[in-house]
């Protein structure tokens, strides 16, 4: 049963305009998510992340916007540059289960067309 | 710069070879896991480990081990490898802080045929 969600398995946004990748998940227990970036042949990188304590938080060009109530996140990339191309993993974890053993999304993959 | 890195990068094997994944850090973090790509899938948690000696299973453990006798290396063996174990296995390692990222290596591809 898959516990993290991401249902567009890719997205293709033009440069310079909001890319908005979504992301569900099922466990209530899950109490602190973070976004993975992946390009081809490397290892997933960190993002951005939120507590579930918290409905927004802001890195730059990057938001994530959680959703407790209706189990749902989101990560908006304003503006959207060429290297943002790359796979996308929303990842969920439960602090009290023990750091950073995360479930992750089957991943999105985002595609910038200049 | 310290780092985490995994070897070898490719690996095909044959049906029922023991293989070992090799995976080293040297950010002297305690926390050290090992997750498995697959497509529709994302990653997934095969084992885990907390510091040395430790040693956990995650969501997909079985035909899998690892053992941690210091803290730079958390090695994954396959006891006897299937096809169904060809995949993308990447490392990661984090601090202790409940609050914090993990740092992934550059995966290694393994071929089971």
């Known amino acids: 049963d898959q516990q993290v969600k991401q249902n567009s398995p890719s997205l293709s946004v033009q440069e310079g305009r909001i890319s908005i990748l979504n992301c569900d998940y099922t466990?209530?227990?899950?109490?602190?998510f973070l976004w993975y970036k992946k390009y081809p042949a490397e290892g997933p990188t960190f993002l951005i992340s939120i507590s579930s304590i918290k409905d927004k938080n802001e890195d730059g060009r990057f938001t994530v916007f959680l959703n407790k109530s209706a189990k749902h996140l989101s990560l908006h990339i304003v503006p959207s540059q060429p290297g943002d191309s790359a796979v996308y993993f929303c990842?969920?974890?439960?602090?009290?289960?023990?750091?950073?053993?995360?479930?992750f999304g089957q991943g999105t993959r985002l595609t910038i067309n200049p | 710069d310290a780092e985490i890195t995994q070897s070898p990068r490719h690996k095909i094997t044959e049906t029922g070879r023991q293989v070992t994944l090799a995976c080293h850090q040297t950010w002297n973090h305690n926390n050290m896991f090992w997750y498995r790509q697959d497509l529709g899938h994302g990653l997934r948690l095969i084992h885990y480990s907390y510091g040395v000696q430790d040693t956990n299973k995650g969501e997909v453990s079985d035909g899998y081990s690892v053992s941690r006798s210091n803290t730079e290396d958390l090695p994954l063996t396959l006891e006897s490898a299937a096809s169904s174990q060809t995949s993308v296995y990447f490392c990661?390692?984090?601090?202790?802080?409940?609050?914090?990222?993990?740092?992934f290596g550059q995966g290694t591809r393994l071929t089971v045929v």
């Open positions: 990661a390692s984090s601090r202790d802080s409940w609050n914090t990222e993990a740092f």
């Open positions: 466990n209530s227990m899950f109490d602190y």
């Open positions: 990842a969920a974890m439960n602090v009290l289960q023990g750091a950073q053993k995360l479930v």
